[in-house]
């Protein structure tokens, strides 16, 4: 049963930054830390924007899925960073986010969907949005949050011309992540 266990590799499918983003999110962290709080920042070497997460899945569903996204077609998509927000459980803000905007993004992410049906479910609603900030605990919620609300990104306009499949380890320090495929565009 361990033996098995062992083999299951936790994927997901994602974009990453260019450097320049990168500098751009790493400001809004800055700015995030000036209030209090418990939680962790994402490491920026970390950062991404999941268009879809498979769970732990074994090396035959990981070869199926290799196959299956090389038959994706898409052009090179022009992004921006959006607006930075919160997601809140019980009024509680848990995540802290920056929306990416461009309507090539969905498009990818259902092509994604529609090619991977048969293996797995598709997404109930694809947020297109980067963690940049996980919160365990915040002492004034509202303060928190309109400190948040209050920030503005710059409007960074990026190309993607790839995206991954990824595999993340849970180690003691933090997720690491490797690739196991690019998928270059078209274009």
């Known amino acids: 049963m361990d033996e098995e266990k062992s083999e299951l590799k936790r994927c997901f499918i994602a974009i990453e930054f260019s450097d320049e983003v990168i500098k751009e999110i790493a400001r809004m962290q800055e700015l995030i830390v000036k209030t209090k709080f418990t939680g962790k920042l994402t490491e920026l070497e970390n950062l991404h924007l999941s268009l879809k997460f498979l769970g732990e899945i074994d090396d035959e569903k990981i070869g199926k899925v290799k ?50 049906k048969d293996l797995f479910k598709p997404e109930e609603r694809f947020m297109s949005h980067l963690t940049i900030a996980r919160i365990k605990y ?32 849970l180690k003691p320090l933090g997720p690491a992540y490797n690739d196991l495929e690019v998928y270059k565009s078209n274009s």
């Open 67 to 116: 196959e299956k996204l090389k038959t994706i077609k898409f052009s090179e998509m022009k992004l921006k960073l959006g607006k930075i927000g919160t997601f809140s459980i019980h009024g509680r803000p848990r995540i802290v986010w920056i929306k990416i905007e461009g309507k090539q993004i969905y498009d990818l992410q259902k092509k994604i969907d529609e090619i991977l």
């Open 138 to 169: 915040v002492k004034d919620k509202k303060g928190f949050s309109e400190h948040i609300d209050s920030m503005h990104t710059k409007p960074i306009s990026f190309d993607v011309s790839s995206f991954k499949l990824k595999k993340s380890e």
